[in-house]
Every structure is written in C-alpha cells, then in structure tokens.
C-alpha cells in the first residue's frame, strides 16, 4: 500500500516530547504528522484504566520540569491540565516510627529536621540556597539545542558566545561547585555536609532512583541541581505536581493543543523504517508499507531504536552508529499499580494528617544500604529490600477510583532481570511481599488487601495473573527496555 500524501514534518512517536514538538510545528504553520504505534498517544506520560472503573499513571506518576513556557504557550490549562502542588514533595517513614517530610515552604521542613539534628538544620538552608542558585544557571539550557561545539570557524565561536552568557556572573567558585556537582557523587556530597542518617536518607529519596548505579557513583550529586530545576504553571523551582486525571491528562491536553494548531494525529501505526536514500530524507515507510513523504522528520522514539533500528545502517556514519550503540540505557525501575480495598497507612503518621500528605512516601534505605542494592542488582540478583517510591494518587484525585478504591502505585528499584521473566513468579512475589512491613501500620499489614496483591502484567504483552490474588498490579516496562 502506498500514499501520496506529504507532510511539511512527521513525528515519530506520540510521547509528551513528541506531541510538544508537534504542536509547536503545528503553531509555525507547518503541516504536522504523529504517527504512535500504541491505540493511545502519551507514551509513558499515560493514564490507563487498570480495573474495571480504576485508572492510574501507568508509568510516570508525578510531574515535575513540565516547562511554565509549553503550559503557557499551549494554552494547557485550557485543555483541561490540572496539576496540585505535592506538599509534602517528598516524605520518608522510618523503621523507627519517625517520618520526615519535606515540605514546600522551606521553613517548615527545616522546623522537622531540628527534631533530628540542629546542625543538619542549619546546613540545609544553606545548602539549599546555593543549589538552588547553581540550578539556576543550568536552566536555560533546557530550551536551548545543545552546544555544538565540533562546527568550525565563526559558527563555534558564536555558540560557546551563547554558552558564555548563560554563565555571566558566575564566581570562580561557583564553577568548582558546578563542576564537582557534575562529575561528584551524591554519597561524598552528603557525607561532607551532613551528619545524621536520616537526613542524608532524605536526600537519598529525592536523587539517584531511576539511576542504574549507586548513591557513591561518580556524577551523581547532579541530581542535586537536577530536581531543582522549575516546573509548573508558576515556574516554582523544585516542583512537584499530582496530576489530576493521572499523567494521560498532560498528554491529551498537549495532544488537543496539537490538533487545534492543525497537527493530524494517527493512533496505531508503527513505523518500520524512515526512508533515507543517498543521504536524502522522503519521508517514512509504515509496518503496514504506507509510505508517507516528509521533509523533516522527527524521532520520539530512543536513540538507539532511531538510529540503529528504523534507518539504514549505509546512510549513517558508522563511528556515529558505534557512539550510539554505547549509550547505556538499562534501567533498574519496574513499575507496580495496584487497586487496593484500603488504603496502605504508614506507621507513626499521625491521626489528624489529611489525605494529601498521606499521598506519598518513600520507603528507602540508607546511603550504605542504597550502594549495596546497586552491587547486588547489578550482579543481576534481587536485593532482599527494595527501594520503593509509592505514591497514592486516588488521596488526592477522586476521579481516578470510585469510593472505597485505592490506586497506590510504586516505583521498586529492582533490576531488570525481575521483570524479563528470567525469575520464577514466585520471586517476583516474594519480591513485592518483602517490603519492609515494620513500616505500615499494623491495621495495613494484617489487611489482606494490601498483603494480598497480585502481578498482572509482567512483560509488554504477557498478562500473568498469579493465583490467589484479589488485586491487580501491573509491571510496566518502559521504552528501550
Ligand atoms: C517507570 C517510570 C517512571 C517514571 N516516572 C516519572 C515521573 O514520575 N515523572 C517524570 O517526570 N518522569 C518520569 N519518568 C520518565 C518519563 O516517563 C520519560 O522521561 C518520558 O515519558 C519520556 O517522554 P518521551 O516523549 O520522550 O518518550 P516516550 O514517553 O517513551 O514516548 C515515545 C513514544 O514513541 C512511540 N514509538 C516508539 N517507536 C515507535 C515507532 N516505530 N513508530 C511509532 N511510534 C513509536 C512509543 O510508543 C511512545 O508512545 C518515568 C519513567 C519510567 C520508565
């Protein structure tokens, strides 16, 4: 099959970057193609329904650098985005009953850590302060292609120009700052400036998980900046944000943004190839052998799915495809949604807390602990406990479960042998039942609807309902995985 048809630009992928590209290519009057293999775009920013009448955020769950430009710009809100400052942004219960959270208003959360240490009280703000102006000088850089720097002659000296004015003002001390962040690790950073456990495992929480490595690996203090960098409709630095309508309503807001600049949006239709012939672009092939002309075309899909899987080895350099081949991509996350008959309460959280601070915590363990995870996973084992992000989102969004439902989901650091089915179910399940109990309430931990859930979903297409079980649990596997 074929088609005549002929785009100014095609986008491959219906992902929240794809769907923002597009729409801004819309907006400049250019005609717009996405073509999403999936029936439904949003990619990993999507919200699915899990059980009859229960959606979640079936990968990503929070928002956070959603960029005040594009909200604006695309007029989001008009489409329907909603999202509710976390606060806490971030709350960490202990073994010992103790739970710290980090609040928004900065005083607040420096009121918490005096419980724990006077000292670590006063580092924090000072802390703080500086990180907070690092990230600063990082930010614009977001908006901006990256530097090129290999392009001769005038072209080079104009972009380090553009760089260097990002940087005006900056002390020589801050450029050490700025590049021990980047090339330090979290561990050292916490170590120097901390001395209690627990604050160090409340910055813990907040860095380094999604990361296939350790809190002392090199580079990994760049989280620090990383989360706080600004996001939301009011471009707060540090933003953390529930959507409501789970993550799918960033996705669908931008995609109607999209179409009302004009963008036509195909669901379900994978492309096979992007036709390049002779070191000049035509457009794309489909799986189904449609072929659709473009004179740009844009990838959402991963580099290496880009680059070694949709164009023809002969029309890319092959030092190009080799640099492309070594991007490491692994992943230590699975991700776990549950529909639950109550709501998992952790213990020492006090009487009177409301739904919203309920909404979130991390389950993590210390810096030591954190670094022995990553030395067993990536020997390809499953550590005995795992770090697990949960966030409840159906506390603070009714629209997700009806009454008397809860839509926990987690984020467990694991490896990906877990998930590619080269472990038995019953490890898998062991797995998620060795969350530390000591944390939940014992009212929780004898329900038997949280002690009782079940693993649905595995693989991408496998749905394994493991026997005995009264909830669902879906593991998500990301792209490129
Ligand atoms: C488990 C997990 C949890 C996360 N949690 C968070 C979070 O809480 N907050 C946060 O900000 N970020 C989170 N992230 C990261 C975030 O989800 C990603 O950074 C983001 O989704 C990337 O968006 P994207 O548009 O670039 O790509 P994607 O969302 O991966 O979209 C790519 C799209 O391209 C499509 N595609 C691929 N190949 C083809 C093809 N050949 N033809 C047609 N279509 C194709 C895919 O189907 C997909 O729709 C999480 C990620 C994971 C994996």
Redesign the pocket.
Known sequence: MSSLSKYDAIV????????TAAAYLGGAGLSTLV????DI?????VTEEIAPGCRA?T????????RPEVIRDLGLASHGLRMVPCDPMLQVPFLDGQIVPWWADRDRTVAELRKISVKDAETFVRVDDKLKKLARYLQPFFLEPPPEFELDGLRSWWKLLRVGRRFRGITSSEIAQLTSFMTGSLGDFLDRNYESDKVKTLFLANNVY?KHGGPYDPGTALGLLFHLLSGGEHESQGFYGHVIGG?GAITQAVAAAARKRGVEIRTS????RIDVRDGRLRGVVLEDGTEISARTVLS???PK?TFL??IDASELPEDFRRAVQGIKMN?P???VNLVLAEEPKVRGMPPDTSPAQRSLFTLVPSLEFAERCYDIAKLGEIPEQLWIDCVVASNVDETLAPKGRHTPNM?PMCRERLWRGRYSHRSIWSAFMGLPREIFSTETSRSSSFSSCALYQVGPNTAVPLPGCICVVRA?I??GA
Do not use: F, Q, W
């Open positions: 491959i992928g219906a992902g929240h970057n794809g769907l073509l999403e293999r999936r775009v949003g990619g990993c920013c955020s990968t990503s769950y929070i928002a956070s650098m959603l999604g993550m239709a994978p492309v096979a959402n899909a991963d799915r899987g949709l992943g996350c699975a991700k984020l998500h990301p792209e």
